[in-house]
């Protein structure tokens, strides 16, 4: 039982290359989250995905796109990388709607635009 | 939206004395309110939680209150110990969804 997995761990693009963050739930959360973490900031939502199917946008979503390929994994891309979205970001899921436990997080991507 | 504000950012305890971090919320609406603990270079991991119908609720060392009213609630760590260092985060949710955090309280305990 792996919970979440992020991948890669570390990235390093050139502004304006693009990639894509991958994240994968093996407990069957209908919920998944993308966070992007900076210092002093504490964690903000980028986009959600209540449901196999849905996806909104949350606090910081420019620059970004999502895509919920099916109920376990959750995919962020970045089209055209720019210094400003240099961040450590975490996917995570839930059992959101039924009140029950909190968010589990990912190990984290560690990505630096230069 | 939300918004989640958390006091101090830094806290410095000597080993064994107790450590306070303070969160308030905006949303009355908000009736779910996780803690997590960070340490350096990993992941946050849920430490507790509370619920909108309780007051407060304990943990061995650690224990959070929650004030509906006054739209605030709180973590106390009793006894710190080294291992207790860490960053730690507060954040509201209404039934477990969207979590709000607060920026984060970077806590170091003194050997």
């Known amino acids: 039982n792996a919970g979440v997995t992020q991948t890669p761990k570390f990235q390093v693009l050139k502004t304006g290359q693009s990639m894509t963050l991958q994240c994968a739930q093996d407990?069957?959360?209908?919920?998944m989250y993308w966070y992007r973490q900076d210092p002093g900031m504490g964690l903000r939502l980028i986009y959600y995905s209540a449901s196999e199917g849905t996806t909104d946008k949350g606090e910081v979503p420019n620059g970004y796109n999502v895509s919920r390929l099916n109920k376990r994994e959750f995919s962020l891309r970045l089209e055209s990388a720019a210094p400003s979205q240099t961040s450590v970001y975490f996917c995570a899921s839930s059992d959101a709607g039924t009140g029950l436990g909190g968010y589990t997080f990912g190990s984290g991507t560690r990505l630096t635009v230069v | 939206g939300e918004n989640v504000e958390q006091h101090p950012s830094t806290l410095s305890v000597q080993e064994g004395d107790s450590a306070v971090i303070k969160c308030t919320y905006s949303?009355?609406?908000?009736?779910?309110f996780p803690w997590y603990k960070q340490e350096l270079g990993k992941r946050p991991q849920l430490i507790i939680d509370?619920?909108?119908?309780?007051g407060e609720k304990k943990d061995q060392r650690i224990a959070v209150t929650l004030n509906k009213t006054a739209k605030h609630f709180s973590l106390h760590i009793t006894e710190t110990q080294p291992e207790d260092s860490a960053v730690y985060f507060c954040a509201a949710s209404i039934f477990g969804n969207q979590f709000y955090f607060g920026t984060g309280t970077s806590l170091t305990v003194i050997p």
């Open positions: 949303d009355s609406a908000s009736n779910y």
């Open positions: 407990m069957n959360h209908n919920s």
């Open positions: 509370i619920r909108s119908n309780v």
